[in-house]
């Protein structure tokens, strides 16, 4: 079993991650191969928190251009979690 820290890689500092962040709902970038279960467990184990809904979504990578030859990014995931409304991620940015 992975470790929490090799799920959730970190909170999207996003402006619809802010928006969203009003109705409980957060935004982490999470490894690729990652599920729901792996997910909700993660989230719960390193912010104590109870999450309600996962839903992800993969986000493929751009093709960008640099001089002559091309390069693709690579693919990511995102996870937008639900939690009950007493609780919060304290979310800090630097």
């Known amino acids: 079993m992975r470790h929490a820290t090799d799920i959730v890689k970190r909170v999207l500092h996003t402006e619809k991650g802010t928006r969203i962040a009003a109705r409980n709902q957060y935004l982490l970038r999470v490894a690729l191969d990652a599920n729901k279960p792996e997910i909700r467990r993660a989230v719960e184990e390193l912010f ?4 309600l809904h996962v839903n992800t979504q993969v986000a493929h990578g751009k093709w960008r251009r640099l001089s002559n030859s ?8 995102k996870a937008l979690v639900t939690l ?3 609780q919060k991620i ?3 940015t630097s």
Not at 48 to 51: A, D, H, I, M, S
Request: charged share 55%.
């Open 48 to 51: 104590k928190v109870k999450v």
């Open 70 to 77: 091309w390069g693709r990014r690579s693919d990511w995931k």
């Open 84 to 86: 009950p409304k007493d």
């Open 90 to 92: 304290d979310v800090k």
